[in-house]
T-cell receptor, first 113, second 116 residues
Framework: KAGVTQTPRYLIKTRGQQVTLSCSPISGHRSVSWYQQTPGQGLQFLFEYFSETQRNKGNFPGRFSGRQFSNSRSEMNVSTLELGDSALYLC????????????FGPGTRLLVL | AQKVTQAQTEISVVEKEDVTLDCVYETRDTTYYLFWYKQPPSGELVFLIRRNSFDEQNEISGRYSWNFQKSTSSFNFTITASQVVDSAVYFCALKKVNTGFQKLVFGTGTRLLVSP
């Protein structure tokens, strides 16, 4: 099976802009989770989508949002970008059950100037 | 609240040395999962192992072995006869089991440098 794919892999934006990142899960997986990785805060959970519904959310401001489509592909959006949003954004997929292991994509490196 | 501590920020070894990466966790849950992931320079988190809190058996996979001790809330990872390709950042993570949610709580990671 193909793994989790994320696009784009690299992105440069300026403060105040918005950005949309995409994640395609492993075929058959219905749950997609997003994480932000920064040198200062480490790996932090953003949110999880399952069957097009947000099932869990981390402690991030409302500028961070996401959605999931009927084919399980997910997008996350960050509006009004700030310098501190520069990070590696990783998505992970599972079939959806609590016993499942999360498999991660290669990430999108976002640089905000 | 759940917490994972990886006290070793960086470890440097010479090829063929054995190395142990420490992981200590905190949780009030009686059932949970523990994970180890490897992050090479490319950035992708590569799954290594998952351990259920009810299964304290140690596990060995090739040069990798894991020691889970519930009494000390530790889940340590040992690489035997390290190789240059083992150079990466290694993360320990914790997840609740009693919900369907997929949130992983990660430690801060341990950077392993294996020199020839």
């Amino acid at each position: 099976k193909a793994g989790v794919t994320q696009t784009p892999r690299y992105l440069i934006k300026t403060r105040g802009q918005q950005v949309t990142l995409s994640c395609s899960p492993i075929s058959g997986h219905r749950s997609v989770s997003w994480y932000q990785q920064t040198p200062g805060q480490g790996l932090q959970f953003l949110f999880e989508y399952f069957s097009e519904t947000q099932r869990n959310k981390g402690n991030f401001p409302g500028r961070f949002s996401g959605r999931q489509f009927s084919n399980s592909r997910s997008e996350m959006n960050v509006s009004t970008l700030e310098l501190g949003d520069s990070a590696l954004y990783l998505c992970a997929s599972t079939a959806g059950g609590y016993q499942e292991t999360q498999y991660f994509g290669p990430g999108t490196r976002l640089l905000v100037l | 609240a759940q917490k994972v501590t990886q006290a070793q920020t960086e470890i440097s070894v010479v090829e063929k040395e054995d190395v142990t990466l420490d992981c200590v966790y905190e949780t009030r849950d009686t059932t949970y999962y523990l994970f180890w992931y490897k992050q090479p320079p490319s950035g992708e988190l590569v799954f290594l192992i998952r351990r259920n809190s009810f299964d304290e058996q140690n596990e060995i996979s090739g040069r990798y072995s894991w020691n889970f001790q519930k009494s000390t809330s530790s889940f340590n990872f040992t690489i035997t006869a390290s190789q240059v390709v083992d150079s990466a950042v290694y993360f320990c993570a914790l997840k609740k089991v009693n919900t369907g949610f997929q949130k992983l709580v990660f430690g801060t990671g341990t950077r392993l440098l294996v020199s020839p």
